[in-house]
């Protein structure tokens, strides 16, 4: 009996320890839509609320900040209390950089998640493996190998690269909070491109884990009809 109570006290706090900040801040300038493109709609549900759900399907006490420009946070609210979705709202910045930032004032948790509003279709495979792998080494992140060819441009031309030796990187990156707040208290710096390249500044090694192809970045027309393709497979 002890060993049971103490096996549910563990999994409790596993579930209380693991949050995900959502940066919800672009513009749809390449989407060509009048808003956001987080906020379109796919099968009578915005981009933002099918993400936020698949969250919720791999953890349903996950809590869930979301990080969005000021002029679209009563938007926000509304969709979110339409779709039953409790969460914590927090502005974003100028960069990226500044909007994980005020997320993580609201980040409490000892595992954070921060993950791209615009990638709907991340597997719960994904998410366990990439929590799991934080959990155990203190920063992961989901990545894909390549498919194609990949050649670098030169001043002479290109040159062909060995794709083996290269990946995609995806979210949720997922970090212990005291590595992610430390690293978020560094001066910003135009070559970070993601959380992982703001932790390894610190010299923090990251952890890479198997991702989904699907788990696609939503920005123009073309991802938004394979989205709609995708959204119908079996997860």
């Known amino acids: 009996m002890r060993k049971q109570v103490a096996f549910l006290l563990h999994t409790t706090y596993l579930y209380r320890m693991r949050e995900v900040i959502i940066v919800a801040g672009g513009k749809g300038k390449r989407m060509g839509a009048e808003m956001p493109k987080q906020f379109l709609e796919v099968d009578q549900k915005p981009i933002i609320v ?39 709202v927090a502005i974003g910045g100028a960069e990226r950089f500044q909007s994980v930032q ?28 990439v929590f799991d792998a934080a959990e155990s080494t203190g ?11 990949l ?10 690269l060995n794709r083996s030796e290269y990946r995609l990187v ?3 990156q997922v970090f212990r909070i005291d590595i992610l707040k430390s690293a978020y208290q560094q001066p910003y710096n ?43 497979l079996p997860d």
């Open 50 to 88: 099918h993400t936020i759900h698949r969250f919720r399907s791999f953890d349903a006490t996950m809590k869930v900040i979301v990080v969005l420009p000021e002029q679209w946070v009563d938007y926000f609210q509304d969709l979110a209390a339409k779709f039953n979705i409790n969460c914590q």
């Open 139 to 149: 920063a992961a992140i989901p990545v894909i190998a390549l498919s194609e060819s």
């Open 151 to 160: 050649r670098r441009i030169t001043e002479n031309g290109s040159v062909a």
């Open 170 to 172: 995806q979210t949720p």
């Open 190 to 232: 135009p070559v970070f491109t993601d959380d992982a390249s703001v932790v390894e500044a610190q010299r923090k090694e990251i952890s890479l884990v198997a991702g989904n192809v699907e788990n696609i970045k939503i920005t123009t027309p073309a991802d938004l009809q394979l989205f709609h393709s995708l959204l119908r």
């Open 102 to 129: 005020n997320g993580l004032k609201l980040a409490t948790a000892d595992v954070v998640a921060v993950h791209d509003a615009v990638r709907p279709l991340v597997s719960i495979e994904t998410l366990r493996n």
